[in-house]
Antibody, heavy 117, light 108 residues
Framework: EVQLVESGGVVVQPGGSLRLSCAASGFTFDSYTMHWVRQTPGKGLEWVSLITWNGDTIYYADSVRGRFTISRDNSKNSLYLHMSSLRTEDTGLYYC??????????WGQGTLVTVSS | AIQLTQSPSSLSASVGDRVTITCRASQGIANALAWYQQKPGKAPKLLIHDASSLESGVPLRFSGSGSGTDFTLTISSLQPEDFAIYYCQQFHTYPVYTFGQGTKLEIK
């Protein structure tokens, strides 16, 4: 059974930093492109970033480029999102996902990030 | 950037009703469209991919159609467990994915 378990969400002040993690199991992690998607009060569902199976290709949404960094450790079956220069509008539920929008699509349960002073 | 506009934003219907939700893209996206269902406290669940392909395990009462700019999700006979929020998503502009704003389906 595919499982994606996010962690690391906390309350952080504007301008602060945070690292989210996603632990994967039940599939061959190092064969898949992985994504971060967030759900915010302001914008609803928003794709954030993707990283290909070997980490060679990475893309970001314009809203986070230059502030967020996606990475993965295939030896640990883990995906990460390092978030810096956080803004109040980054508040939301952050999901990791595989096969986004295609057959086999699977999301974790999400981890909540709150940016507030 | 491509925008997806869903209509209606909310909808009240009864068990057994046939329901249709529309998603319109601001530019043509071929068939690069997916539909999701989200229930409270849960992650979105894929129902339809490639505009009309039913994801494995999804009940046959769900169907999708359309191509280009106009797409529909149809539930042929509403069941109690179908009351949820539905989202469309496009990936024609890979690697940028875009979601619609959602349609809340409520019990009448």
């Amino acid at each position: 059974e595919v499982q994606l378990v996010e962690s690391g969400g906390v309350v952080v002040q504007p301008g602060g930093s945070l690292r989210l993690s996603c632990a994967a199991s039940g599939f061959t992690f190092d064969s898949y492109t992985m994504h971060w998607v967030r759900q915010t009060p302001g914008k609803g569902l928003e794709w954030v970033s993707l990283i290909t199976w070997n980490g060679d290709t990475i893309y970001y949404a314009d809203s986070v480029r230059g502030r967020f960094t996606i990475s993965r450790d295939n030896s640990k079956n883990s995906l990460y999102l390092h978030m810096s220069s956080l803004r109040t509008e980054d508040t939301g539920l952050y999901y990791c996902a595989k096969d986004l929008g295609t057959s086999g699509d699977h999301w974790g349960q999400g981890t909540l990030v709150t940016v507030s002073s | 950037a491509i925008q997806l506009t869903q209509s209606p934003s909310s909808l009240s219907a009864s068990v057994g009703d046939r329901v249709t939700i529309t998603c319109r893209a601001s530019q043509g996206i071929a068939n690069a469209l997916a539909w999701y269902q989200q229930k409270p406290g849960k992650a979105p669940k894929l129902l339809i991919h490639d505009a009309s392909s039913l994801e494995s395990g999804v009940p046959l009462r769900f169907s999708g159609s359309g191509s280009g700019t106009d797409f529909t999700l149809t539930i042929s006979s509403l069941q109690p467990e179908d009351f949820a929020i539905y989202y469309c998503q496009q990936f024609h502009t890979y690697p940028v994915y875009t979601f619609g704003q959602g349609t809340k389906l409520e019990i009448k």
